[in-house]
């Protein structure tokens, strides 16, 4: 059984940063591509970030690109994703998502993914 654990959530300021991490039970995680989504209350579910199964390529939402980052070890069975100047517009639950292959164009739409942990919240004030 696959699970996907995020930590790293918490309360911030506008401009602090957070690191949020992704414990992957997969056996083969370095044949993954990982992302992050995230939700805000009342709205879906949206792309921020994507690594592919060896980290030579990533991909980001236009609002996050620039300020968050994300990073895997393989070896530890982690994702990673560095969030940099944090704006309240950052405000919501971040979700990370496991599945195999490489990163494509689809690779944006939620639907696409087939494993899920089961999110944290992440909460930014001005």
């Known amino acids: 059984q696959v699970a996907l654990v995020e930590a790293g959530g918490g309360s911030a300021q506008t401009g602090d940063s957070l690191r949020l991490s992704c414990t992957a039970s997969?056996?083969?995680?370095?044949?993954?591509?990982m992302g992050w989504f995230r939700q805000a209350p009342g709205k879906e579910r949206t792309f921020v970030g994507a690594?592919?199964?060896?980290?030579?390529?990533?991909d980001y939402s236009e609002s996050v690109k620039g300020r968050f980052t994300i990073s895997r070890d393989n070896a530890k069975k982690l994702v990673y994703l560095q969030m940099n100047s944090l704006n309240p517009e950052d405000t919501a639950v971040y979700y990370c998502?496991?599945?195999?292959?490489?990163?494509?164009?689809?690779?944006?739409?939620?639907?696409?993914?087939?494993?899920w942990g089961q999110g944290t919240q992440v909460t930014v004030s001005s």
């Open positions: 690594i592919d199964w060896n980290g030579d390529r990533t």
């Open positions: 997969l056996q083969t995680f370095n044949l993954y591509r």
């Open positions: 998502a496991a599945d195999r292959g490489r990163l494509t164009r689809a690779s944006g739409s939620w639907k696409t993914w087939q494993y």
